[in-house]
Structure formats: C-alpha cells, structure tokens
C-alpha cells in the first residue's frame, strides 16, 4: 500500500509532511545558526532540521542540513546512514555519476541499496532503485480521493513498499526538492534580467551582486 506524505505549505526549508489521515509524519524548519547566547550569529549559514514524533528532542531530529555561504559545500548530519551520528557533505550523501551536469543524484540506501533521484519535468522528482529500476517514490501534485485532505490539490510524497528506511528517503527527498528550487530561483532571475528593457550600462552584472551561495 503506498503511503502518501502531503507537503503542508508546499515548501520544502519550512513545512510539515502530513499522512492521509491528518497525522503530522515529519516537519522541516530552517533558520540561522546560534551562537552560545542562542541568538542568530552574523553571517551564519541557514541550518534545516528534519523532525518527526519522538519521545525525546534528541531522538525526534531526522537530520540536519547546513547550507554553507560563500560556495563551500552544505554538510548534513544524521544517525540514519548506519545509527550513529555522521557529518559529511552533501555531495558525498547525494553524489553524481560522470562529470557531466546533471541534477539526477545517486545515493547508498541503509538495505545496501543504491537508488537514484530524479526530476520529470511536469511530475516532479522519482525514486528508483537502481539495480531494478523499480519506482520506489515520487513527488506529484494530485487532487486527494480520500482521507483528511479530500477533494484538494496536494503536492505528495508517495512512497511504496521499501526496504529503504523512510526517514533516509525523506532527508534525501527535503535536499533534493530544496536545491531543484534554488536552481529554479537562479534560472527565473537571468530570464527576469535578460527581459528588461535596459538603460544602457545597466543589466544583471551591474551594480556588484553577491554571489550566489
């Protein structure tokens, strides 16, 4: 039986992933990081943490992400890869086969597994397992036949039967899903520049922005 997860808002640094029954599953916040004083450190880097029900704060957090500024590479810690606490880069966790660009991503499943992610452009992303090819997740928008969000249009995480953790689905899912709109964001401001009518001596490259972490 597929098991739906339903993104409420639709965004993956701050949402709550929600079964068909109403049941909050998993919830994803993002904010600054905190100096000893718990306040916002200046120029920290923004640090999304992935929660879900526990009897404990400690045993509630899936993982976090720290998205690192200036273009040094975001780092997640977790206990999901082998049940102790780890810290490496993302591009590590989530890797690439081949030099050439490409947003699809590889990763090594806890059941020794290996799947990969990948965006269909007017689906969103799909889950396989590499060594069938086996649908394993998607993310889509559907309109709700049944359960607490009946009759509404709901962007779904849908997951089948697996013998990959889900907490490591879903922290690869939120990475995933996060960065796919950071490229988004990117490609819709170089078309908003490129569609200006522009004074001469103006443009995108003017002025001196910063760069892009």
């Given at each position: 039986?597929?098991?739906?997860?339903?993104l409420v808002p639709n965004d993956p640094e701050r949402t709550t992933?929600?079964?068909?029954?109403?049941?909050?599953?998993?919830?994803?916040?993002?904010?600054?990081?905190?100096?000893?004083?718990?306040?916002?450190?200046?120029?920290?880097?923004?640090?999304?943490?992935?929660?879900?029900?526990?009897?404990?704060?400690?045993?509630?957090?899936?993982?976090?992400?720290?998205?690192?500024?200036?273009?040094?590479?975001?780092?997640?810690?977790?206990?999901?890869?082998?049940?102790?606490?780890?810290?490496?880069?993302?591009?590590?966790?989530?890797?690439?086969?081949?030099?050439h660009f490409t947003p699809t991503r590889n990763f090594l499943g806890?059941?020794?597994?290996?799947?990969?992610?990948?965006?269909?452009?007017?689906?969103?992303?799909?889950l396989t397992r590499l060594d069938t090819g086996t649908e394993i997740?998607?993310?889509?928008?559907?309109?709700?036949?049944?359960?607490?969000?009946?009759?509404?249009?709901?962007?779904?995480?849908?997951?089948?039967?697996?013998?990959?953790?889900?907490?490591?689905?879903?922290?690869?899912?939120?990475?995933?899903?996060?960065?796919?709109?950071?490229?988004?964001?990117?490609?819709?401001?170089?078309?908003?520049?490129?569609?200006?009518?522009?004074?001469?001596?103006?443009?995108?490259?003017?002025?001196?922005?910063?760069?892009?972490?």
């Amino acid at each position: 039986m597929c098991l739906r997860l339903y993104l409420v808002p639709n965004d993956p640094e701050r949402t709550t992933l929600v079964s068909a029954n109403g049941v909050a599953q998993y919830q994803v916040s993002t904010a600054k990081a905190q100096n000893r004083s718990g306040l916002a450190a200046v120029g920290a880097p923004a640090v999304l943490v992935i929660r879900r029900p526990a009897d404990s704060e400690d045993d509630s957090v899936v993982g976090e992400v720290e998205w690192r500024r200036f273009g040094a590479h975001p780092v997640v810690r977790s206990n999901v890869f082998d049940g102790t606490t780890m810290e490496m880069e993302v591009r590590q966790f989530l890797y690439k086969m081949g030099h050439h660009f490409t947003p699809t991503r590889n990763f090594l499943g806890d059941d020794g597994h290996e799947y990969r992610w990948k965006p269909f452009k007017h689906i969103g992303h799909v889950l396989t397992r590499l060594d069938t090819g086996t649908e394993i997740a998607r993310f889509t928008q559907e309109v709700v036949g049944e359960g607490f969000f009946r009759g509404e249009r709901k962007w779904c995480l849908q997951i089948q039967p697996t013998t990959l953790d889900i907490d490591l689905l879903v922290l690869s899912f939120i990475i995933m899903e996060k960065r796919r709109r950071d490229r988004v964001a990117v490609e819709a401001m170089k078309i908003d520049c490129h569609d200006e009518d522009l004074p001469e001596g103006g443009g995108c490259e003017a002025g001196g922005g910063g760069a892009m972490g």
